[in-house]
């Protein structure tokens, strides 16, 4: 048999795109390879007063990040982008004809928007670009911080945290005895962490905190005194968090690295430093210029952590310029400070406070300021990302006007759906049962006897005991929320143990049984706790969701056609070509398969089959799909069709023996376990 290795490699899909629109489920275009139609200028739709070109398709898939480009290359994954960027433009021209582009609050969001561009293009232009970082300056950094380029040493021990001295040396002994650590670790080892790992502590960088341990620093000195002695058992030794025994088993020097191993990093770390230095020198030119001045004074005055303001200075300035955007009153301070995200007010809480609060608003004031009067819309309003911005906050507007805001559900509807899907809203029954569990079916039986005629009895007490002295595992005696659906909740599927609690009453005691896990077992059943329906109050906000969303995505398909047809939007999907190759399509594949995505993986395969009919892509892709189809959507109907198909296509090749292996064990005329099989054939 013959498995494409690269059905285990796969692909993250995701649709980044700058728009609000749901891919629609479409036939796939024929990918067009004439060269007459691979040019920018090439017409894929036109609109009233407009067309869109290859190039603005081209452009908009190359802002996709590049671990998601992949799939809007084929031509299904480009026909989405031009469905997006289509109903843009209508959606656009439909906002002007609605005056929406002018409205006050879309207005106001654009210019506060437009301000954060302006602060960032003169930070970028003054700041960002104008730092210089000389080898002078890397050097002396270098030399300033040795503690930030030293590797630190590394120690690797084996260790236990014993009781007393007593078990301390009983240990001791086992070791010397020559039992493995790990295993004298499962008797005396008190650290529960380090037990867990089989009693070894990795990565003990002698910087004050051992892992697992914490801060023990005599300890970390007896560490440090031994690292030559590899292997030597060292204690048993009290320090203050206990008694120990520890054996170093591997040891790495520290160093300090070379200042060429560096250069990266101190550039990485001086780059902020040089950016603070910059902003400084401009602050306090800006504060010139505008003849700023702030008032320190009233600081102390102002305790960020209290909900309420002083009313006796909430109108004093504690900034004044002879400009009156720069006179801030400390209720405005305040004020824009409550606008603030609860993260962000932190920040400054546990910062600096106030005086780093009116420093970050005057900074961004000063800037904004200065970028208006040096003319920097002409580098703003060509920004690609300034006229998205703009188009977003105009297009979202439009899209909630004509969509969310013209969808509506009634109480009725609610009401319908809730009593269509009670099913949904219904926890199902459940039992609590009390369980022993037993290694033999003689232990078991022994048990059985006594504890039944406690239960008889109605002795609890003693029915507890029984369990604590003689089940295998007592604290799992009591298992609740047990439903019908063959799981034994906290252990693990078994149908059969499931029926037994299931087809009797509550009270009843059942007879000593085989597990599927192999244990033995027999157990009471406690309590039965009925259904509970959810009520519609309960569930009305998640139900109005569902609804909502639905007439949405109605609404808004129905918004599409109505816009394409006002503005006489015609598109020219068979205009698309292809742009993967054969092979970045299999790999493709191949990572949607490995992220278990086998309907994406199944479309890069149609690609293939459909635009590279060369007897051997498509011969591959052909398999391969039908494959996936099998084994992982387990459509048995169409896997057998499409492997007919497949034979009956191409007549001869490597493959063509596993087809027919698939066909006899999908129809059941042999047995096939597919997982014990390895599937292989080169990709040329």
Known sequence: MIRDLRL??????????????????????IAVTDNMLLGDDVILAEYEDGVITRQELDERIEKIPPN?????????????????????????????????????????????????????????????????????DKMQYFENNPQLFAVLPVVNINYMQVEDEIQGMQALTLLQEGEIWADVSEIYNKNSYVKGLKGVIKNIRLNGNIPGIGNDFELEDLIRQNTANIDKIIGPIETDS??????????????????????????????????????DELRSTLMQKFDVQIETSLFEKINLNSPTLDEDIADDYLVISTHDQFNYTVSKIIENFHKLSPQE??????????????????????????ATQQGYAKYVETNDDFVQMKTYYILNTTFRRLVVDAVTVSDE?????????????????????????????????????????????????????????ESLRPNQSVLDNQYDNGIITGIG??????????????????????????????????????????????????????????????????????????FNLVKY?????????????????????????????????????QNYQNGVDDYKASFMKAFLVAEELKNTELAIDLFKTFLRKFPTGDLNESAQFMIDSLEGNIELNIDDELLEFEQD
């Open 413 to 469: 509807e609610v009401q319908t759906y809730y009593d269509a899907h009670l099913g949904d809203y219904t926890i199902p029954a459940s039992r609590a049962i009390q369980v022993l569990w037993f290694e033999t079916e003689k232990d078991a039986n022994r048990t059985f006897n006594k504890y039944a005629r406690m239960h008889r009895l109605g002795d609890e007490k003693n029915m507890q005991k029984l369990i604590d002295t």
């Open 493 to 566: 599927s078994d149908e059969a143990f499931s029926r037994k609690i299931w087809d009797n009453p509550v009270g009843y005691l059942s007879p000593v049984f085989k597990t599927a896990r192999g244990d033995y077992a027999f157990f009471n059943i406690l309590r039965e706790n009925p259904a509970v329906i959810k009520s519609l109050t309960e569930m009305e906000p998640r139900i109005f969701g569902i609804l909502k969303r639905e007439k949405e995505t109605i609404r808004q398909e129905d918004m599409s056609d109505e816009l394409a047809a006002e």
């Open 345 to 370: 007010q932190i920040m400054y809480i546990k910062g600096e406070g106030i005086s780093q609060l009116v420093d970050q608003e005057l900074i961004r004031d000063l800037m904004f300021a200065e």
């Open 68 to 136: 998601q480009r992949g799939t809007y290359l084929t031509v299904a994954g480009q026909t989405q982008v031009l469905d997006v960027i289509a109903l843009e433009k209508v959606l656009m021209l439909k906002a002007i004809q609605l005056g929406i582009d002018q409205e006050p609050d879309v207005k106001e969001k654009v210019e506060a928007a437009t301000r954060q561009f302006y602060i960032q293009e003169y930070y970028k232009r003054n700041v960002i670009d104008m730092v210089v970082i000389t080898e002078a």
């Open 573 to 609: 999907p068979e205009r698309l070509r292809l742009l993967l190759s054969a092979e970045e399509l299999f790999n493709m594949a191949d990572d949607a398969a490995r992220m278990r995505r086998f309907k994406d993986a199944i479309n890069s395969y149609d690609q293939i089959i």
């Open 8 to 29: 285990l490699i796969p692909l993250v899909l995701l649709l980044v795109l700058p728009l609000l629109v749901a891919a629609q489920e479409r036939p796939v275009p």
């Open 242 to 279: 206990g008694w120990h025994l520890i054996s170093v088993t591997q040891f790495n020097e520290g160093r300090s690295k070379q200042y060429s191993e560096v250069v990266p990093e101190i550039e990485q770390r001086l780059r902020p430093l040089k950016e603070k230095e910059l902003l």
